[in-house]
């Protein structure tokens, strides 16, 4: 029986609500889930890192600001989970911290995600590895997506061919075909533009299943107007995030007279369309659709991509024995520990990188 391999993984995502953190075991090949923990961001922090993706006064010193108030946030969650354990900080081996993105500019040569990883190492005590998708990049590639390499791992099935598809503020799928390579990529926004319209007019983080978006009525030719987005119409690897999809873009879309509720009506057609349309072009075959990540919770949502995808069975990774909600959590954990062993861990048909790379940058206790 292999000892253990303890891994602590951390994801704080585009959507901006707070840090799912997981402790796993990885010593055998499917990941065991021993602790999970989840630290919810203030207003405060949600709106310096909301500001922080678009130029403004002094920037880098709030960037570097912020990072250091991430990195003791991130060192809370991962002392939550030892807590809940009952384990000392020396068997974790590692820690895979995504960080948080503030800009994603792959056409640029460069992303970045701020959390100071070097805190983050002397506040837990644990060696940390982030900045993973810098390397995918250097080598010509997108950066993004990164967790389908662990959807390969974890969630294939020889026979069946499925589709994973991870709905936070940004959508993107993973293809997994039972007799063909893995692939996957971005198909738009997610939760991101309900999220923010939502806050916007509702008062609240977002539209707790769809109720608000049911209510309303789709606007065809603002849909129109924003399928008619060029990002929607390029063809894989692709990636994208606030850089793009933003309240400024949805603003540019609108006319200005539309009811609130229909605008978030036809937010919620276009996060089902974009993924639908992606499914039913790259992913021809695919009888198997899970979903994962916050937009999995909206009802509507999911009511919606069913009746898209007739003939294929629309669930959540829950029903694979996989917390929707901590996937890209456990990602992290096995990404680091790929770059512990020195295995490369990204997938240059995913990301359009030219050639496989061991990823991260390691801060070691």
């Known amino acids: 029986m292999p000892l253990p391999e303890l891994y602590a993984g951390l994801m704080s995502g585009t959507s901006l609500d707070g840090i799912d953190a997981v402790l796993v075991d990885l010593s055998r090949t499917q990941s065991k889930l021993l602790a999970t923990h989840y630290l919810p961001f203030d207003d405060a922090l949600k709106n310096t890192l909301l500001a922080l993706h678009q130029p403004g006064n002094n920037e880098l010193h709030r960037t570097q600001l912020a990072g250091n108030q991430l990195a003791r946030l991130y060192a809370t969650a991962v002392n939550a989970l030892l807590d809940k354990t009952n384990l000392s900080n020396t068997k974790i081996k590692a820690v895979g911290c995504h960080g948080q993105t503030i800009r994603h500019c792959p056409e640029h040569s460069y992303t970045l995600q701020i959390g100071n990883a070097a805190l983050l190492a002397e506040l837990t005590g644990i060696t940390v590895i982030s900045d993973f998708r810098s390397r995918d990049i250097a080598a010509g590639g997108q950066g993004a997506p990164l967790v389908p390499a662990f959807h390969d791992q974890a969630l294939r099935h020889p026979d069946r061919h499925r589709v994973i598809v991870n709905i936070g503020g940004i959508s993107n799928l993973t293809d997994l075909p039972p007799n063909g390579n893995t692939t996957g990529f971005d198909c738009g926004p997610g939760n991101l533009l309900l999220d923010a319209w939502c806050r916007q007019y509702q008062g609240k983080p977002y539209d707790d299943d769809g109720a608000w978006a ?152």
């Open 214 to 365: 049911a209510s309303g009525q789709i606007l065809p030719a603002l849909l129109a107007r924003m399928l008619n987005e060029s990002f929607f119409s390029r063809p894989p690897p692709r990636s994208s995030g606030r850089d793009l999809f933003n309240m400024a873009w949805l603003q540019g879309k609108l006319q200005g007279d539309e009811r609130a509720e229909d605008v978030q009506a036809t937010l919620l057609e276009l996060t089902c369309q974009t993924i639908a349309q992606c499914i039913r072009q790259y992913c021809t075959g695919a009888t198997e659709i899970y979903l994962c990540g916050g937009g999995a919770h909206n009802l509507t949502l999911r009511t919606r991509l069913t009746a898209l995808l007739p003939g294929s069975c629309v669930q959540t990774t829950d029903t694979l024995g996989v917390d929707g909600d901590y996937l890209e959590a456990i990602a992290f954990a096995w990404l680091a520990q790929q770059t512990l062993h020195g295995k490369s861990a990204n997938l240059p048909l995913v990301t359009g990188a030219r050639h496989a790379c061991i990823l991260g940058a390691i801060y070691y206790a």
